[in-house]
């Protein structure tokens, strides 16, 4: 996986189809038993880390580090009514816990462009080869902060990536060229735990993930034409476990989960409004001038998870029940903008020439009335 997210490993599982990410930062995605990717409950340490709106097509809200990951349940078929809001499957991933011993590690990734061969068209229409790079690099560190009572465990992780991308447009060989797509990403998960008593341990989990795409392209686009996004997720999750007499324990956590999401082009991104920018030139073969591409998503999720777990031994056999709540609040805010500054559609691969009728533009599509912007609780 491009970005090393966990979620690859299960496509090891019978049943499951891992979908993995090996060109964007798109959330790597597992079909289980045939069903959508959506359909799948991403949990972290038992609590919530979704989308609110997509569910698991878009894998969970904010990725769960490799190097943080101690182990992960997939839990598939007819599962327990504790685990809700979804059909197909519910992967749980345990974070690794600090210690009474420091522990920590440290890994790094590179790759070079001067280890890969030139594309076909660089190498046929003698364009320049893309300096692309690929860096990863982080660790971890987990110990003690009171001995036998109070621990914590730190991961980060930095990605840089500078993808090529290969303009090739045999009709307009001056629009033909090299260009890049740039990210510039950061994970940060943060565990802290502490043993109040015998009989009660509390702990508070910090995950984000920040990854700025100041260059997205697409290879029929000018660089002109490039869009930007920068996304930010994350959970925050706090959790109360008590010991309560010898056969009963009670669970209660807090969470949430957020994204906040710009998807646009750099001018709209710095401030400017979208309508005052230049119209989009969206030519036969290539697309030039402004992206008419400009949207914010905000996302939340807000929950609440209550389970009490009696242990009934000797009654006729040993049971066990279980008893519990779940509520799960998530507004979402969407603002589009798309399509104010307006697009030209062409016939030709042609400039525009006020002397050539062949060259005008057949086309003219604008956003009316104005700017959509919606909001959903659920």
Same mark, same amino acid.
């Given at each position: 996986?491009?970005?090393?997210?966990?979620?690859?490993?299960?496509?090891?599982?019978?049943?499951?189809?891992?979908?993995?990410?090996?060109?964007?930062?798109?959330?790597?995605?597992?079909?289980?038993?045939?069903?959508?990717?959506?359909?799948?409950?991403?949990?972290?340490?038992?609590?919530?880390?979704?989308?609110?709106?997509?569910?698991?097509?878009?894998?969970?809200?904010?990725?769960?580090?490799?190097?943080?990951?101690?182990?992960?349940?997939?839990?598939?078929?007819?599962?327990?009514?504790?685990?809700?809001?979804?059909?197909?499957?519910?992967?749980?991933?345990?974070?690794?816990?600090?210690?009474?011993?420091?522990?920590?590690?440290?890994?790094?990734?590179?790759?070079?462009?001067?280890?890969?061969?030139?594309?076909?068209?660089?190498?046929?229409?003698?364009?320049?080869?893309?300096?692309?790079?690929?860096?990863?690099?982080?660790?971890?560190?987990?110990?003690?902060?009171?001995?036998?009572?109070?621990?914590?465990?730190?991961?980060?992780?930095?990605?840089?990536?500078?993808?090529?991308?290969?303009?090739?447009?045999?009709?307009?060989?001056?629009?033909?060229?090299?260009?890049?797509?740039?990210?510039?990403?950061?994970? /940060?998960?943060?565990?802290?735990?502490? &043993?109040?008593?015998?009989?009660? *341990?509390?702990?508070? !989990?910090? +995950?984000?993930? $920040? =990854?700025?795409?100041?260059?997205?392209?697409?290879?029929?686009?000018?660089?002109?034409?490039?869009?930007?996004?920068?996304?930010?997720?994350?959970?925050?999750?706090?959790?109360?476990?008590?010991?309560?007499?010898?056969?009963?324990?009670?669970?209660?956590?807090?969470?949430?989960?957020?994204?906040?999401?710009?998807?646009?082009?750099?001018?709209?991104?710095?401030?400017?409004?979208?309508?005052?920018?230049?119209? /989009?030139?969206?030519?036969?073969?290539? &697309?030039?001038?402004?992206?008419? *591409?400009?949207?914010? !998503?905000? +996302?939340?999720? $807000? =929950?609440?998870?209550?389970?009490?777990?009696?242990?009934?031994?000797?009654?006729?056999?040993?049971?066990?029940?279980?008893?519990?709540?779940?509520?799960?609040?998530?507004?979402?805010?969407?603002?589009?903008?798309?399509?104010?500054?307006?697009?030209?559609?062409?016939?030709?691969?042609?400039?525009?020439?006020?002397?050539?009728?062949?060259?005008?533009?057949?086309?003219?599509?604008?956003?009316?009335?104005?700017?959509?912007?919606?909001?959903?609780?659920?």
């Amino acid at each position: 996986s491009m970005n090393r997210n966990f979620v690859g490993y299960l496509g090891m599982l019978p049943g499951v189809v891992a979908n993995v990410s090996t060109g964007t930062f798109g959330g790597d995605t597992i079909n289980v038993g045939g069903q959508a990717t959506r359909n799948v409950n991403f949990t972290l340490d038992g609590s919530d880390n979704n989308d609110g709106q997509t569910g698991g097509s878009t894998s969970a809200q904010a990725r769960i580090p490799v190097e943080a990951v101690q182990e992960f349940t997939l839990l598939t078929g007819q599962f327990d009514a504790e685990f809700g809001g979804t059909s197909g499957a519910i992967v749980n991933a345990v974070s690794k816990s600090g210690t009474n011993l420091f522990h920590g590690s440290a890994f790094t990734f590179y790759q070079s462009d001067k280890l890969k061969a030139e594309d076909y068209f660089v190498r046929t229409r003698d364009l320049n080869k893309p300096q692309s790079k690929f860096q990863q690099f982080g660790g971890t560190l987990g110990g003690p902060i009171v001995r036998d009572r109070a621990h914590f465990f730190f991961s980060l992780e930095r990605l840089l990536v500078d993808t090529g991308v290969v303009r090739n447009i045999p009709s307009r060989p001056d629009k033909s060229g090299t260009d890049f797509q740039i990210a510039r990403n950061w994970n /940060t998960f943060i565990r802290f735990d502490h &043993q109040l008593n015998g009989n009660n *341990t509390w702990g508070v !989990r910090w +995950l984000r993930e $920040y =990854t700025p795409q100041p260059i997205e392209l697409e290879p029929t686009w000018t660089l002109a034409a490039a869009i930007e996004e920068i996304d930010t997720d994350q959970t925050v999750t706090g959790n109360l476990s008590s010991v309560l007499g010898s056969t009963q324990v009670n669970t209660l956590r807090v969470s949430f989960t957020s994204e906040v999401l710009h998807f646009s082009n750099p001018r709209f991104i710095g401030g400017e409004a979208q309508e005052s920018l230049p119209p /989009t030139l969206n030519y036969l073969s290539f &697309q030039d001038q402004q992206s008419p *591409t400009a949207s914010n !998503r905000y +996302l939340y999720g $807000y =929950t609440l998870d209550e389970v009490f777990s009696w242990f009934l031994p000797d009654r006729g056999g040993d049971h066990e029940l279980k008893f519990g709540m779940s509520y799960n609040y998530v507004p979402l805010r969407r603002e589009e903008f798309g399509n104010l500054n307006g697009t030209f559609t062409f016939n030709t691969d042609l400039d525009f020439n006020a002397a050539d009728a062949r060259t005008y533009p057949e086309r003219f599509t604008v956003r009316m009335p104005g700017v959509s912007d919606y909001h959903i609780k659920g």
